[in-house]
């Protein structure tokens, strides 16, 4: 079961990438390799039942069952134990992968309210992290049932060496930046 975004990416967007980065074969295109979503919630630690609405939606977003995260070490200050649920995480890959990418493009940063498009600043070595300030965006979120607006982190792992690179990848797929570079 293929998607379409996967389809375009090898009937189109490699031959692209190829033509602009001068590729000698297949194996040197940048692919996405994953995307996390990660949600950090640090009133976790006041209100257990936050983590549990936290994975319930992560799941229902990307299809796939999320898990939470850990606390590493004891912080007193803010009445944190170690080993204590502090977030919730799910990866994606293959399928699933663009299954969500696909929807995210086409459905959730649509609805987000003043939407200018999104930064361009990748990481160094190719890998984007996209935040989004409100989890109401995705369709998948009945508005009714949400006790807490929460954001999270979308990052998105791929095989190129360079920002440059990355950032073509992510273009061709769709990903709205708001400065086209080119």
Known sequence: MSTTLQKDYKERIVPALEREFNYTTVMQVPRLEKIVINQ?????????KLI??????LTAI???????TLSKKDI???KLRKKMPVGVRVTLRR???YEFLERLIRVALPRI??????????DGRGNYTLGITEQI??????????????GMNI???TTANTDEEGYALLKHFGLPFKNAKK
């Open 40 to 48: 950090g919630i640090g009133e976790a630690t006041q209100d257990k």
């Open 52 to 57: 549990e609405t936290a994975i319930n939606e």
């Open 62 to 68: 990307t299809g796939q069952k999320a898990v939470a």
């Open 76 to 78: 007193s200050n803010f």
């Open 95 to 97: 399928d699933k992968m």
């Open 113 to 122: 309210r003043d939407f200018k498009g999104i930064e361009g600043k990748l």
């Open 137 to 150: 965006i995705f369709p998948e979120i009945n508005i009714d049932q949400i006790n807490k607006l929460m």
């Open 155 to 157: 990052t998105f792992v």
